[in-house]
């Protein structure tokens, strides 16, 4: 006779997490954020000058995104002219890392082709 404590759950996909990694893939310029943060690059004005093609409008559009998903913290200095840097919280450089896995997930995928 089986009993109710032997069946197991149908499991679910992540939703919140998988919906994260669809929208920084889908937003172009997250990975070159990324990029430019871990080589010291923290302001919005210098990433712009550092990436041809890359506009202050969706630059921003990115940050925002990133920092509402808690990847990246926005830090504002109460100076004049106004201050803003942007850095990896301890949350993104998890994120960050399984992006990094998957990368080399699909650099295995490409060899097998």
């Known amino acids: 006779m089986k009993t109710l404590e032997n069946k197991i759950s149908r499991k679910k996909a992540p939703e919140n997490s998988a919906r994260m990694v669809e929208t920084i ?16 690059v923290n302001r919005p004005g210098k990433m712009v000058k550092s990436v041809e ?9 990115c940050l925002r995104k990133n920092t509402d998903f808690g990847i990246l913290e926005r830090i504002s ?36 082709n």
């Open 25 to 40: 893939y889908g937003c172009k310029w997250s990975l070159t954020v990324y990029q430019l943060l871990k080589e010291g």
């Open 77 to 112: 200095f109460n100076e004049v002219p106004p201050r803003v840097e942007y850095q990896v919280t301890e949350f993104g450089q998890k994120f960050i890392r399984i992006l990094d896995e998957l990368e080399l997930l699909q650099d295995e995928i490409n060899q097998l």
């Open 53 to 61: 093609g890359l506009s202050t409008k969706v630059l921003n559009e």
